[in-house]
């Protein structure tokens, strides 16, 4: 029996379409139809509402909460780019033996071996007010009270981002980098280029999709967190990721839904926006 | 509307349901479940009858499914919902995966006229006499009323008829559930770092403390606490501070916010585990905790103690309940089960977590003189205090913070809470996080 091109195509696409639909674009609409739904304790009523759209684009809790993510987004961006991107420089250009390499990689994961929650509660004991960070500095004499900015703060919460996202920023550009040819870098070198001219002129533009990659990964792991705020911030921060689980625990699930389709667009805007800088499917074949 | 109708049991069942129990009565029932002498006929099918009670962490025990299935001649299955939230989501959405759950009664707005919930008769829960006035008349042991701010007992414990379509505030012969667990809740005190006696929930606001106390992380907890405060300082006056009305829930939240803004509060919990880092590792001098939580922070070696303040405890209560699809020997064998729970070894081990059972009289039975003594009766330990692990919790010589159960328990100053302007208040509550 002989399938005609197109019909093919149609039937490797299929499982994955079904998928898609079933599991994804359903339930999605679903939940765009509940956010305009009436609410009442964990029942919704099939009776339009629109509070829940009108609070969700027009009031000052939604600016406060892309305020506080975006600033903790464009601060964890910032500094994971730039560590990831030094020590990417150096894994690739300037660690010669790639067992070395790879065990530095490696070891840039260790955050990882142990599970969220337990990470989440040795912070205490490191940046608590009796913790080592500030036991040293007060035995040191540079302090003389604790300080308490260490922990359950915006502070607190960055540096946890920088702990598990750097790994996020590093692999893909390590990535991007190790794919440049160092015939490039020879000729350049050749013709006498320095090392800030061939990281400025070959490197960064060649490493560029790595980086965005990276900031994908940053993208929608800040926004879409609401564990790692929470207990770094003491609960004391709000983001839009917060504020939905919060209604969600409260089983109000229309102003929920209403601030997750507007949550996911604004996702899904900016992944779009940083794959003009990329060109996926050409990273995956190379 | 057919959930609704769900909810009317076939008269036959109930009335089988009511031979069984006065032949059992008869039966000189007042020993161990275990011993009731059944029917031959049920007693074949019993072994192939499963209850599945789907409970958090604080209920569904393994040393407590042991002994169930020891003592019954069903088998009991507990299962562990990870939160509230996913317990109630598989109640309201899959039903029919359940047959016994315990919830605490500040959820049951979730369930009204669902048809979700099973309404017990009276006549099936064989320890209704013996259960403290609490939950079957409202009042203290006194025969005083009890403060009706927040979601107190006795607005979720009878319904009007067999329906289950309205709460009863007087007694009926429908219960909601069987009371389990309750506890009077206060601050958890770091003596050793505050040296002076906390006495009032004023304190919890106190400026001398700031950035030094934490809130639960709440609106059923949390903002009760946070009015507790409030009103003993006298910067807020309430008609009811279980029940705000919008003007009530917006000036509390703007004082609120004014005290975030302040740094004064360290942190906000939403878990056992949590508060009890925050109040052992010195992060927070005072808190609102649960009493185990106390116990926890102590045994590892550091002063708190948890004695109630003037303005009274704010108390809580959990029942159990069987869902509404049983029918025929599942539920007699439901109904069996939570007559089991309360029947006293249950009982006895949740209080030796510090929590009380609504059936005192039962657990005295399965307790020794000093547990009962030092949990119940506020008198001194004579030797150690053990957990229910074994784990020593006091020495000899010690009296429980605040008394015994009718000291603590006697003196509610609020209750746990889901307020009727929930929806704003949680609105309102989100404004407070992200101050």
């Known amino acids: ?286 | 509307m057919a959930d609704h109708i769900k909810t009317a049991k076939p008269k036959a069942a109930a009335s089988g349901a009511l031979n069984r129990r006065s032949v059992l009565k008869s039966g000189a029932a007042a020993v161990a479940a275990s011993a009731f002498p059944a029917p031959m006929l049920w007693a074949q099918n019993i072994k192939d009858i499963k209850i599945v009670h789907v409970g958090q962490s604080y209920s569904t025990i393994p040393n407590i499914a042991e002994k169930a299935n020891e003592d019954l001649d069903f088998t009991v299955e507990m299962q562990t919902a990870p939160d509230l939230t996913s317990q109630i989501n598989r109640l309201l959405t899959q039903p029919k995966s359940i047959d016994v759950t315990d919830v605490s009664n500040t959820s049951m707005k979730y369930f009204t006229n669902r048809g979700i919930l099973m309404p017990l008769n009276v006549k099936d829960y064989k320890w209704w006499d013996k259960t403290v006035p609490l939950f079957t008349k409202g009042t203290y042991e006194n025969g005083e009323p009890y403060s009706m701010q927040g979601f107190a007992p006795i607005k979720a414990q009878y319904y009007t008829d067999e329906t289950a379509s309205a709460y009863s505030l007087e007694p009926t012969e429908w219960l909601v559930g069987v009371p389990l667990y309750y506890n009077a809740d206060t601050l958890g005190i770091r003596p050793d770092l505050i040296g002076r006696p906390i006495e009032s929930w004023a304190e919890l606001l106190n400026s001398e403390f700031s950035g030094k106390v934490a809130l639960q992380d709440g609106v059923n907890v949390g903002v009760p606490d946070a009015a507790m405060a409030l009103e003993a300082m006298g910067d807020m006056t309430y008609v009811d501070k279980g029940n705000m009305t919008r003007a009530e829930i917006d000036a509390t939240i703007d004082k609120l916010i004014e005290y975030k803004r302040a740094g004064h509060f360290r942190s906000f919990w939403t878990n056992f585990d949590q508060s009890v880092q925050l109040m052992a590792s010195g992060e927070v001098l005072l808190q609102s905790m649960w009493s185990p939580a106390v116990t926890e922070v102590r045994t590892r070696g550091v002063e708190c103690t948890y004695n109630g303040m003037k303005e009274g405890y704010r108390g809580w209560y959990i029942m159990m309940m069987a869902v509404s699809h049983l029918e025929g020997l599942q539920r007699e064998c439901a109904i069996e089960y939570m007559n089991w729970f309360n029947s006293g070894w249950a009982g006895a081990f949740i209080s030796r977590q510090g929590f009380y059972n609504s059936v005192p009289e039962n657990v005295k039975g399965e307790m020794t003189e000093n547990e009962y003594g030092y949990w119940y009766e506020g008198k001194k330990s004579t030797s150690d205090i053990l957990n229910p692990f074994g784990k020593v919790m006091e020495k000899a010589g010690v009296i429980r913070d605040g008394g015994g159960l009718w000291d603590r328990m006697g003196n509610i100053g609020i209750w746990n809470t889901l307020m009727d302007e929930d929806r704003y208040l949680v609105r309102r509550w989100q404004d407070f996080l992200a101050a």
Request: hydrophobic letters at 60%; glycine letters at 4%; proline letters at 6%.
């Open chain 1, 1 to 286: 029996m002989k399938i005609s091109p197109r019909a093919a195509s149609w039937l490797q696409v299929a499982p994955m379409a079904t998928v898609f639909v079933t599991m994804v674009l359903v339930p999605l609409c679903i939940i765009f139809a509940v956010s305009f739904l009436d609410y009442d304790f964990a029942r919704v009523f099939p009776e339009i509402y629109l509070a829940s759209w009108s609070d969700a684009l027009g009031s000052r809790l939604t600016l406060d909460l892309y305020l506080t993510v975006g600033r903790f987004l464009i601060i964890t961006w910032v500094i994971t780019a730039f560590v990831g991107f030094w020590l990417a420089y150096f894994l690739v250009f300037h660690v010669r033996s790639s067992a070395i390499r790879l065990t530095l990689l490696a070891a840039a994961a260790i955050p990882f071996w142990t599970p969220g929650p337990i990470r989440m509660v040795s912070w205490v004991p490191l940046l608590g007010r009796e913790g080592l960070v500030n036991k040293a500095l007060m035995s040191l004499g540079v302090i003389d009270t604790p300080l308490t900015w260490l922990l359950y703060s915006d502070f607190a919460v960055v540096l946890a981002y920088i702990n598990l996202l750097t790994l996020a920023m590093l692999g893909p550009i390590t990535h991007s980098m190790a794919k440049i040819p160092r015939s490039l870098i020879q000729a350049a070198q050749d013709q006498g280029a320095s090392e800030w001219q061939i990281i400025r002129e070959i490197i960064v533009p060649l490493a560029k999709p790595g980086i965005a990659i990276g900031t994908i990964f940053i993208v929608t792991a800040v926004l879409g967190d609401f564990f790692i705020v929470k207990i770094m911030s003491g609960g004391q921060t709000n983001t839009p990721a917060n504020a939905i689980a919060t209604e969600l625990a409260a089983f109000q699930y229309p102003p929920a839904a209403a601030k997750s389709v507007m949550l996911l667009v604004i996702v899904v805007a900016l992944v779009a926006l940083l794959l003009r800088f990329v060109d996926i499917r050409k990273e995956l074949r190379d």
